[in-house]
Every structure is written in C-alpha cells, then in structure tokens.
C-alpha cells in the first residue's frame, strides 16, 4: 500500500506561480509512473502530467504545456508539479496518483493510488 499526499497549494493571483509536492509512504515509489490531476468544481477530473519511474519521460495536457514542469526525486519519495503562468482556469483541486505499471498514462483509471488533493486558486 502507497500513501500519497500533496501540498504546495494556495491563493495565486493571475500570472504568479506555485510548487506542488506530493510525498509518498511505502514501498514502490521509485517503480511507479506518478502523474497529477486537477478536478475543478463541477467538472470531471482531469490529467494535467505524468513522468515515468525514472523521470526520463514525462507528458502534458495541452492545456499545461509549456507552463508546468513535473519533476521527481526518488531518493526523497517526492513528485512535484511547477506551476508558472497560472491561469484562472487552473484553479482546481490538484491529486497526485500513482501508476504501478511502468507505462505513460492521461488515463485516470489506470492510476492505483491516490492523494487527497490540495487546492489550488488562481485569481484574476
């Protein structure tokens, strides 16, 4: 069993920039894809990025590229997610999950585990 939680999250105006970090207990981590989702208010929850085990690989929503960085130590059982040039149309609740299979995923369900998400609020 994985045990993952996110922190980082907060009120940011338009434009600003936040680090997510999302620490993870138990055995596994240095094995698993990790990837980040946000779930806004009465929308579904969406990818936003994942990187592969070793970090070599990462991939991004359109929606995010080319504004955030996903990035992660395995020596410190952390995955984080840089977040520049927010937009208000970022704001959302941000989960990281887990993937144990070594594979790059925007699928949801193929995600094990799962963080209890952090807030993240981009003002205008």
């Known amino acids: 069993q994985v045990q993952l939680v996110e922190s980082g999250g907060g009120l940011v105006q338009a434009g600003g920039s936040l680090r997510l970090s999302c620490a993870a207990a138990g055995r596994g981590f240095s094995s698993f894809t990790m990837g980040w989702f946000r779930q806004a208010p009465g929308k579904e929850?969406?990818?936003?990025?994942?990187?592969?085990w070793s970090g070599g690989n990462t991939y991004y929503a359109d929606s995010v590229k080319g504004r955030f960085?996903?990035?992660?130590?395995?020596?410190?059982?952390?995955?984080f997610l840089q977040m520049n040039s927010l937009k208000p149309e970022d704001t959302a609740v941000y989960y990281c999950a887990a993937d144990r299979v070594r594979r790059i995923s925007s699928l949801s369900r193929n995600y094990d585990y799962w963080g209890q998400g952090t807030q993240v609020t981009v003002s205008s």
């Open 45 to 52: 929850r969406e990818f936003v990025a994942a990187i592969s």
């Open 69 to 79: 960085t996903i990035s992660r130590d395995n020596a410190k059982n952390t995955v």
